[in-house]
């Protein structure tokens, strides 16, 4: 059996592959977007092992160069990643990928470097990686990975195909946890509720969910997900002094665990519910990310005007940033409950 049907969803974009490597088409270079989570990673290892199997099924999961590959060991699979201590991938990194990539390959075919953040490149890098995108050596493949292809330069995108990936549902999820991870079906039979917070905080991705059925981490999920719809449920109450006693008491319970990545966990999720509550009042049919149903992202946004959610959407992201950059907690909650709290409301 083909490693390729072990990757769940975006049947069109795998036959596409497929196709390609089969008809001994594919791309010196490549782009691989989509949204954290969504598979970018282990795609770029079944490519490149598919790339480099004898088998007639390749990747065939078995040999020594799959196996290799898919456990991040082979010398001709490199990871092109920034340098220690820095957010952006610099032009020297770059540069040692021009030179490195001109030696013939140790055990594969080819040689095969990954950007896993290639959407991480300054201009310079940029600039200094289209020189060998342009007259690449004979046997090297450049997969370049991010969420969003447009933040590369449009030349670096007319060398490298588009191959879009998209997060898998939610129902796709729960079926193929329940069938592959015992734990993750232990969950959904005592604890229905956690299982389902520990889908939706995944946002598609399967390798995120089956992470989150871990009994302590599940229960952190449906902490999360509980003080997130709390906090809307306050948002949308008409205010009284009580009202505003119990929003800010809300507020400060969010931070009272002193942890960073939970805050900004539970950000993200208000976010992902001001996202469905504004979709539902824009279009008949979508994909909710936190409610259930269309119809529950309806009924919640019944009680929010379109500008109140709309100036929502503008607060989160710039506190999520603010985490990000190592605010202190209690004074990043009090901001956010505060401008929440006088966001308009007509």
């Keep these: 059996m083909s ?7 975006n049947e069109r ?31 770029a290892r079944l490519v490149a092992a598919a790339l480099s199997c004898d088998s007639d099924d390749a990747p ?10 898919m456990r991040d060991i082979s010398p001709d699979v490199k990871w092109v990643v920034a340098e220690s201590g820095k ?5 020297d990194v770059i540069r040692g990928v021009r030179e490195d990539a001109y030696y013939a390959p140790n055990d594969l075919r080819a040689k095969f470097y990954i950007f896993p953040a290639a959407d991480t490149m300054n201009i310079q890098a940029q600039n200094a990686l289209l020189k060998i995108l342009e007259e690449p050596p004979d046997n090297v493949y450049f997969l370049l990975l991010c969420e969003d292809a447009d933040t590369l ?44 917070a520990a889908i939706k905080l995944a946002y598609g991705s399967l390798g995120q969910a089956q992470g989150f059925c871990d009994p302590i981490r599940a229960k952190d999920c449906l902490s999360a997900w509980r003080a997130a719809e709390r906090f809307i449920t306050l948002l949308a109450t008409k205010r009284t002094a009580a009202d505003e006693l119990e929003f800010f008491e809300c507020a400060t319970r969010l931070v009272s665990s ?34 259930a149903t269309c119809d529950k992202a309806r009924e919640a946004a019944s009680r929010f005007p379109t500008t109140r959610l709309m100036s929502l959407s503008e607060l989160l992201p ?11 907690l209690e004074l990043s909650m009090t901001l956010t409950a505060t401008r929440a709290a006088s966001a308009p409301r007509r």
């Design 318 to 328: 710039e506190q999520i940033s603010d985490l990000d950059r190592n605010i202190n």
């Design 87 to 91: 957010v952006q991938l610099g032009v």
């Design 258 to 291: 002193k942890q960073r990545d939970t805050l900004s966990e539970i950000y993200t999720l208000i976010l992902t519910a001001v996202r469905d509550m504004l979709l539902s009042k824009l279009a008949r049919d979508f994909r909710p990310l936190f409610y």
């Design 13 to 43: 974009l795998i036959s596409r592959v497929k196709s390609d490597i089969s008809r001994g088409k594919f791309p010196v270079s490549s782009i691989f977007e989509g949204a954290r989570g969504c598979g970018k990673r282990t795609l």
């Design 153 to 196: 330069l449009p030349t670096i995108r007319s060398r490298a195909p588009r191959f879009r990936l998209e997060l898998l549902p939610d129902e796709l999820i729960a079926e193929k946890l329940t069938l592959l991870s015992p734990e993750a079906a232990k969950l959904r039979r005592d604890d229905e509720a956690a299982f389902n």
């Design 60 to 69: 065939c999961m078995e040999c020594l160069m799959c196996e290799k590959i």
């Design 3 to 9: 490693g390729f049907d072990s990757f769940y969803g």
